[in-house]
């Protein structure tokens, strides 16, 4: 089985997991081991799938506002969150392959594998609910139509960005190709860079 084969089930597992409530106060119940690949790729998908959510519910137009700050600081949260999941991802591959030797010319990848694992994530959230439009009952043929169209390209994206992954790795591990990970430098999260937070602080 490839890494993405494994991830993509894993994936669709969560969002499974998720929709058996469809709340996005239920508690993780993530079935990996903890140090494993396998926990992390979960964890990193209920991440993303509570997050979807959130930005449902957000965009109701009768929300209170002062529910959504509330919503808002919770998906600011998330996003750091699904942040330093990537990160961690990111670290196991380093790890795997840290006694790989690039060739000589051996080039840069535009992203590391995790940046590419997180859109993967975020491509099965969009093909599961696409896949609802699709069979809503209450919806016209025109809507069903147009979606399905659009369902066919998420599952088109989803096999080639899979494969693309997959190769990657594979040329990752032969040396063909090399990984440099810049670690994520989000400045409104912190007190010490964000003005708003360090010129409001009580003195």
Request: charged share 30%; glycine share 0%; aromatic share 8%.
């Amino acid at each position: 089985m490839s890494f993405t084969e494994k991830a993509n089930a894993i994936f669709s597992q969560v969002i499974r997991d998720y929709h058996l409530k469809d709340d996005v106060d239920t508690p993780i119940s993530n079935p990996y081991e903890r140090e494993s690949i396998e926990y992390n790729l979960y964890s990193k998908c209920w991440i993303d799938t509570v997050q979807w959510h959130l930005e449902d519910i957000i965009r109701d137009p009768h929300i209170d506002p002062a529910d959504a700050l509330a919503l808002k600081r919770r998906i600011d949260h998330s996003n750091q969150d699904r942040t330093d999941l990537v990160e961690e991802i990111d670290s196991y591959f380093r790890q795997l392959y840290q006694d790989v030797k690039p060739l000589p010319d051996a080039r840069l990848n535009t992203e590391s594998p995790a940046w590419a694992v997180d859109r993967l994530s975020i491509l099965a959230l969009k093909i599961w609910h696409m896949q609802e439009q699709v069979d809503r009952k209450d919806a016209d043929a025109a809507h069903i139509d147009k979606c399905q169209a659009k369902l066919d390209i998420l599952k088109e994206q989803q096999i080639d960005l899979s494969k693309s992954i997959d190769q990657l790795l594979e040329d990752i591990e032969a040396g063909r190709k090399y990984m440099k990970v810049y670690r994520q430098m989000k400045m409104y999260n912190d007190p010490a860079t964000n003005p708003v937070l360090y010129n409001n602080k009580v003195k």
